[in-house]
């Protein structure tokens, strides 16, 4: 045979049109794209199909190591799972540092760790304490290794930054040629809100969303962006939650700025109202920013056709149901001191924040956004896995269906119709924030580097199969060489240390 698989007869999507050809793969990449191919050691037959460029995630927590030593129960390898069976073959996520520990101290193991992996994978690096020797030498030694993001929070007890320490890390990035990526809400307002909140017996899971308005996130966002334009350094804001952040975030880039932005599936189909089911189930909706009131749904919507927020993540952050019911504080996502209430459930603010998604992404995004019309082909492939690509250094390899990139590949049937539920899924959690929604168009197989890794459902990859991506420099996030007055602050050294 010519080529180890060809797939025959299905519709190619790119990030820019859908025709229908046969697909090549060889060694492990796409060999050829057209008509008349030679043969396949493996045929299939796409016949009614739609080929995707497989899915990149790239917000996901996956196997966290928290400064108290826990670690998240979705594991490298169910993660991963969850991923592949999904239509996701990449993901990126999160190498901690803890703070008073210099990076290489911050979970030594977690790259021994990610190496179980089934898909392929790359890092954030989480700074919380840009200490000199990080900013003079960790992270130039990371950029080096080929981790070229860095992630900042500005909430979170142990985990946020001061603005100072947010511009020294917006420095160093722009200095190497790295993004930051950063979680914008404001602590203090939160922490103000939460304490009232909490004197005033209002411990409910709802009450997570009372001390986070949006307004907390858009402040916070707001000097998220003032202070990456100080420092001419690209931005990219993760999880816009409503209208009112993705338009700062419209003017910022109508400005000329270059900052991006994301949104997560959980802000399409949930809302505000889904932390006041009955029975302590609310926790399971507890994430930050929080669910939004449901009309915001439709300005997200607005917001992606205009290419406002142009990448859907999934900030897949596994705790099950049990352990929030029962364990409060296992978490760095959550904030203030662990409070149990009579009936022995945590107070809101001892839940941890965050839900499971990385499995049901693709799915979601497309029956609320293709099968319904409100959006086309090519923007859901631009959404899960180009936009990523072109973002995180990973373009023309991944995202892509084109000869030489990686033959990371999806057979998509768009009219399947199943209905979500846990039990029939791989990821480690006991919960799914879309358990009973009837999803229209699944991906039926995963092809990961040239390998079938899910067929029908079935896994077929081994742990240890993923491999790490490596991201070399490159042009998305060169700055944009315009600074107040002219004077520019990082070229004359400040902010080094
Ligand atoms: O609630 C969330 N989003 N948990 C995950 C951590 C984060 O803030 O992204
Ligand atoms: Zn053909
Ligand atoms: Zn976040
Ligand atoms: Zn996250």
Redo the contacts with the bound molecule.
Sequence with gaps: PDYDIVIRGGRIVTAAEVFTADLAIRGGTIAAIGHDLGKGREEIDATGRLVLPGGIDP?C?IEEVGADGSVQEESFVSGSRAALAGGTTSFICFKPQWRGQTLAQSAPDYETRAARSLADYSFHQIITDPTPEVLATEIPALAARGIRSLKV?LT?DPLRLTDGDFLKVLASARRLGLLVTV?CENFDAIAWQQEALLAAGLTDPVHHAWARPPVVEREATLRAMALAELVDQPLQI??VSCGEVAEEIARAKARGQKVWAETCTHYLTHGVDDLERPDFEGAKF????ALRDRSEAARLWEAIRAGTIDIISS?H?GFSFATAKKDPGASS?GQGAAMLRPDGTPAFNAIP???PGIENRLTVLFSEGVSTGRIDLPTFVRLTSANAAERYGLGGRKGTLMPGADADVVLWDPELERTITVGEMQHAIDYTPWEGYRARGWPVMTIRRGEIVMRDGVLLAQPGSGRFLARGPYAAIAPRGVVPNGFDTVGRGSGQT
Excluded: L
């Design positions: 917000h927590h929070f979170y979680h993760f999880h507890v994430c930050s920013p900030d952050c996502y924040n965050g839900a």
